[in-house]
């Protein structure tokens, strides 16, 4: 059974910068697109960033030019490096496979930028 499991959140000012890590086990993670979440506070879940197995990135045009994904397929473990923080970005960051996620999901890392 997959688990993920997400850390590196906090508190951070706008302007700021911080880097997610999401640990994969019980899957062939080298063989999945994977992709970071957010679900900000009484808003719906949605998709910031994804990589495939070859290394192609994409971003949502909200955070396009800030973060960056990156993988380690020998660790099983997939990063976000958020920079240029903005309030806006404040939300529980999850991640999964993409397009289509698993059922489980890990339990999110929270980031809150605010002054």
Request: charged content about 15%.
């Amino acid at each position: 059974q997959v688990q993920l499991v997400e850390s590196g959140g906090g508190l951070v000012q706008p302007g700021g910068s911080l880097r997610l890590s999401c640990a994969a086990s019980g899957t062939f993670f080298s063989i999945y697109a994977m992709g970071w979440y957010r679900q900000a506070p009484g808003k719906q879940r949605e998709w910031v960033a994804r990589i495939f197995s070859s290394g192609n990135t994409y971003y949502a045009d909200s955070v396009k030019g800030r973060f960056t994904i990156s993988r380690d397929n020998a660790n099983n473990t997939v990063y976000l490096q958020m920079s240029s923080l903005k309030p806006e970005d404040t939300a529980v960051y999850y991640c999964n496979k993409v397009p289509q996620p698993w059922a489980y999901w890990g339990q999110g890392t929270p980031v809150t930028v605010s002054s």
